[in-house]
T-cell receptor, first 114, second 114 residues
Framework: KAGVTQTPRYLIKTRGQQVTLSCSPI?????VSWYQQTPGQGLQFLFE???????NKGNFPGRFSGRQFSNSRSEMNVSTLELGDSALYLC?????????????FGSGTQLSVL | KNQVEQSPQSLIILEGKNCTLQ??????????LRWYKQDTGRGPVSLTI?????NTKSNGRYTATLDADTKQSSLHITASQLSDSASYIC?????????????FGKGTKLSVKP
């Protein structure tokens, strides 16, 4: 079974631009969640999608948005990029997103904002 | 405020030695506690998940313990190998009903030297 796939692997953007990251979950998984990881803050939850609906959202500004398609693939978008958005963006999938379910992470997209 | 604190921040040990990583949390109410291993440039990989009623769980050379009364957990690594060099992240979930209620520690960076 293929794991969680994130594309692109690396991305360089300049301030003010927007970016779209993609995540393909493990086949059969319907919950996809997104996280931002920085050296200073560690991993922080962005949002979770289940059956094309955003089920939970972390404490990030509205510039961060996402969506999920009917095949469970998900995208996240960051508009008006700031230098502080430079981070590793990880997505994870699980069967239903239940409390004690195991999360499977992708390798992430490393975003650098110049 | 829900928090997860890990210690030490970093650790260097010799190959073949044992080590123990610590995790203290103030998350309430408590649902489950997870340990993840994250290799540099990769996404985290689940090692163990423990609910309130479990006080120990093993995964090969990794053994996690949980004391829900003192809100402490430890991850013990036996007979360390060079491939154990990674960051180890403790994650605690409250009763949020979804993956959106995960609180991440900042991790312990373990280096295993030959």
């Amino acid at each position: 079974k293929a794991g969680v796939t994130q594309t692109p692997r690396y991305l360089i953007k300049t301030r003010g631009q927007q970016v779209t990251l993609s995540c393909s979950p493990i086949s059969g998984h319907r919950s996809v969640s997104w996280y931002q990881q920085t050296p200073g803050q560690g991993l922080q939850f962005l949002f979770e999608y289940f059956s094309e609906t955003q089920r939970n959202k972390g404490n990030f500004p509205g510039r961060f948005s996402g969506r999920q398609f009917s095949n469970s693939r998900s995208e996240m978008n960051v508009s008006t990029l700031e230098l502080g958005d430079s981070a590793l963006y990880l997505c994870a999938s699980s069967l239903t997103g239940g409390e004690a379910e195991k999360l499977f992470f992708g390798s992430g997209t490393q975003l650098s904002v110049l | 405020k829900n928090q997860v604190e890990q210690s030490p921040q970093s650790l260097i040990i010799l190959e073949g030695k044992n080590c123990t990583l610590q995790c203290n949390y103030t998350v309430s109410p408590f649902s489950n506690l997870r340990w993840y291993k994250q290799d540099t440039g990769r996404g985290p990989v689940s090692l163990t998940i423990m609910t309130f009623s479990e006080n120990t769980k093993s995964n090969g050379r990794y053994t996690a313990t949980l004391d829900a009364d003192t809100k402490q957990s430890s991850l013990h690594i036996t007979a360390s190998q060079l491939s154990d060099s990674a960051s180890y992240i403790c994650v605690v979930s409250d009763y949020g009903g979804s993956q959106g209620n995960l609180i991440f520690g900042k991790g312990t960076k373990l280096s295993v030297k030959p």
